[in-house]
């Protein structure tokens, strides 16, 4: 079926302000996307994903100016021993960056792996992407792979004594950073991934994670402070047997923020849990969107959306379970909602099973509303201030989101955060 002229006119005008990067094996992958984005076209307004959260700015030729914010406030993850590795614009910064070895890991850059004849992540670099686009397009991730100037892969074989850290710096106000990251985890390996960083003034970001048999890999990301920052994130993850994948963001400030995770349980009793707790102030709008396919039985999924907004503040989730007839026994759990702290905000909400097995366990529900008054009441007589107040039940309103971390530690960080983030903003 051939594009509407608007949508021709939009990805040609977006792919004239782009040049596909000259390596060596990705070159078949991203002309495959290539071929790909022309077949499903740039976002549109009217299409059914992107109803909820405009995406004009995110395919626009160039990015919208966005100006640099300093949080002065120690880097987010500092206090943890990890294997930093920096990027600046979307441009790798050895300087700020530790040597990439770590004991249980091989870790390569996209930009020089690329010329070598042979390498692991050929084999992942761009498939996961690709099956992640059925049954519903996901064509800013096809621009990535197509078009992303650098990235990581990283195939772990073992169990690092420590996590790799992916810190996104932003330097430019017109930046427009594509970086592509490729995760295989071997057999019985595991890994913590963080990120974090506000990236570029626009940022569109893939992972792709192949997690083996036994494996297990952890994800938190902080996504900030930036108040104009833009940013489209996609990953995509597919499970073995037996595997785990845990994800959770944070996401504070910005003008646009879209999450994308697409889930393929691929094995028998594999486990996903994807979270997010967002605090949204004037002008945020933040869109978290999952789709986890249960493509074996036995499996277990979990999304937990949290989202506090106020001042005009939007923040939309878009969660679906999918159920093969295959995957009997399945246990998929889904809640979003969102704390609206006056009546200018909104949240928008698309929860959806799609079941075809007949023995699950599966649930979904959506809520919004207030601070509640009773709770508020009992704290102001207290002595608390009504500021005070509003800041506990919120942290306390975020909790079940956080604690899908595994860390304790890290969970505790976002905490401390979030606490301090709101008191700032109360002060």
Same mark, same amino acid.
């Given at each position: 079926m051939a594009l509407p002229q608007p949508k021709i006119d939009t990805l040609e005008a977006r792919l004239g302000a782009l040049t596909m990067p000259a390596d060596g094996w990705p070159r078949a992958a991203r002309e495959a996307a290539l071929e790909r984005l022309r077949a499903m076209g740039l976002p549109g307004a009217r299409d059914e994903y992107w109803k909820f959260t405009r995406p004009d700015t995110l395919t626009a030729p160039e990015a919208p100016e966005a100006a640099l914010f300093d949080a002065g406030e120690p880097p987010m993850f500092d206090a943890f021993d990890r294997l930093k590795i920096v990027f600046t614009d979307g441009v790798?910064?050895?300087?700020?960056?530790?040597?990439?070895?770590?004991?249980?890991?091989?870790?390569?850059?996209?930009?020089?792996?690329?010329?070598?004849?042979?390498?692991?992540?050929?084999?992942?670099? $761009?498939?996961?992407?690709a099956r992640g686009h059925a049954p519903v397009p996901r064509p800013l991730a096809a621009l990535n792979t197509a078009y992303a100037t650098d990235g990581v892969l990283i195939r772990v074989t073992a169990t690092p004594s420590k996590p790799v850290s992916l810190i996104y710096r932003h330097a430019s106000t017109t930046s427009d950073a594509y970086l592509h990251h490729c995760i295989k985890v071997e057999t019985g390996a595991s890994l913590t991934l963080l990120e974090n960083g506000p990236a570029a003034a626009r940022f569109n970001n893939v992972i792709e994670a192949d997690i083996a048999d036994g494996a297990t890999l952890h994800h938190v990301r902080a996504q900030g402070r930036d108040h104009e920052r833009r940013a489209a994130t996609h990953i995509f993850a597919r499970l073995g047997e037996a595997s785990v994948f845990k994800s959770f963001s944070v996401t504070v400030n910005g003008v646009m923020t879209r999450n994308e995770?697409?889930?393929?349980?691929?094995?028998e009793r594999g486990v996903a849990h994807i979270a997010g707790a967002s605090v949204g102030?004037?002008?945020?709008?933040?869109?978290?969107?999952?789709f986890i396919t249960h493509a074996a039985p036995d499996c277990e999924s979990r999304q937990v959306f949290k989202k506090v907004l106020?001042?005009?503040?939007?923040?939309?989730?878009? $969660?679906?379970?999918?159920?093969? %007839?295959?995957?009997?026994?399945?246990?998929?759990?889904?809640? %979003?909602?969102?704390?609206?702290?006056?009546?200018?905000?909104?949240?928008?909400?698309?929860?959806?099973?799609?079941?075809?097995?007949?023995?699950?366990?599966? %649930?979904?529900? %959506?809520?919004?509303?207030?601070?509640?008054?009773?709770?508020?009441?009992?704290?102001r007589a207290r002595g608390v201030t009504k500021d005070e107040a509003t800041d506990i039940l919120t942290l306390s309103f975020l909790a079940e989101a956080v604690e899908e971390i595994e860390d304790e530690d890290l969970a505790g960080d976002i905490t401390a955060r979030l606490e301090g983030w709101l008191a700032r903003r109360r002060g």
């Open positions: 790798f910064d050895p300087a700020a960056s530790d040597d990439l070895a770590l004991e249980g890991i091989e870790i390569a850059r996209l930009e020089e792996a690329g010329a070598a004849d042979l390498h692991w992540a050929r084999e992942v670099y $761009g498939t996961l992407e995770t697409v889930v393929e349980m691929a094995g102030d004037r002008g945020f709008h933040g869109d978290d969107t999952v106020r001042n005009g503040a939007t923040g939309v989730f878009q $969660g679906k379970i999918l159920v093969p %007839s295959v995957a009997q026994r399945t246990d998929g759990y889904q809640i %979003s909602q969102s704390l609206l702290l006056d009546d200018d905000s909104q949240f928008l909400a698309k929860p959806e099973l799609e079941i075809y097995a007949d023995d699950v366990a599966c %649930s979904h529900g %959506s809520t919004s509303g207030a601070i509640d008054e009773d709770s508020l009441f009992y704290l």
